[in-house]
């Protein structure tokens, strides 16, 4: 079964600050990668994703992510945080060999303190 | 403009009334999907279907009903609802099963009192 943990429901962060959400998944088949972002009384938008191909994803914003197979990781980045980055941050896995069963984590808040 | 549309955006209602909540999107995308967010629980999946008459359950399909006759509706259906079944509904499409975008809802705030 899939699963996905994101570690730490709150981060905090200063303007400017790297940003580092962090997403460890387990799944028993190759993965689809999923980051999304949820601004307040929004419904949620893709930042970025990983399929095949390069392990390093460029999304919008200035986000990137990394998929490590080795570490079952896909922790999100971006080198400064902007005050607009304030909101909750939505890991999510899809197997890929079919189905469309998609699980997100618990979800991450982004503080970013002027 | 390309959206998925869902309706009512807030709704009340009492235990065993049955409801219907639309979704429907307009980019002829195959691939849509209910979810319901819990705080600290994130999103979960409800059901998904991948074309029309195609469905299968999510990780959390108990109480709720789905049907795709046609290729941009996918309501979700709450046959006799309980307040375990109070939160907020996402409906979301994609054209494929990963390697576009997918759209989601404005969402659907549901109380059951």
């Known amino acids: 079964a899939q699963s996905v943990t994101q570690l730490g429901s709150h981060v905090s962060v200063s303007e400017g600050a790297l940003v580092l959400l962090r997403c460890n998944y387990s799944?028993?088949?190759?993965?689809?990668l999923f980051w999304y972002v949820q601004y307040p009384n929004q419904g949620l938008q893709l930042l970025l994703k990983?399929?095949?191909?390069?392990?390093l994803v460029k999304g919008i914003n200035g986000f990137e992510a990394e998929f490590k197979k080795s570490e079952t990781s896909f922790h999100l980045t971006k080198p400064s945080a902007h005050m607009s980055d304030a909101a909750e941050y939505f890991c999510?896995?899809?197997?890929?060999?079919?189905?469309?069963?998609?699980?997100f984590g618990a979800g991450t808040r982004l503080f970013v303190k002027a | 403009e390309a959206q998925v549309t869902q309706n009512p955006r807030y709704l009340i209602t009492v235990t065993g009334k049955k409801l219907t909540v639309t979704c429907s999107q307009n980019?002829?995308?195959?691939?849509m999907s209910w979810y319901r967010q819990d705080p600290g629980l994130g999103l979960r999946q409800i059901y998904y279907?991948?074309?029309?008459?195609?469905?299968d359950k999510g990780d959390v399909p108990e109480g709720y009903k789905v049907s795709r006759k046609e290729k941009r509706n996918f309501p979700l259906i709450l046959e006799s609802p309980s307040p375990n079944q109070t939160s907020l509904y996402f409906c979301?499409?994609?054209?494929?099963?990963?390697?576009?975008?997918?759209?989601f809802g404005q969402g659907t705030r549901l109380t059951v009192v």
């Open positions: 799944s028993s088949v190759p993965p689809y």
């Open positions: 980019m002829n995308h195959e691939y």
């Open positions: 990983y399929t095949t191909g390069a392990t």
């Open positions: 979301a499409s994609s054209f494929d099963r990963g390697y576009t975008e997918a759209f």
């Open positions: 999510a896995v899809r197997d890929n060999t079919g189905g469309f069963k998609t699980i």
């Open positions: 279907s991948m074309n029309v008459e195609v469905t």
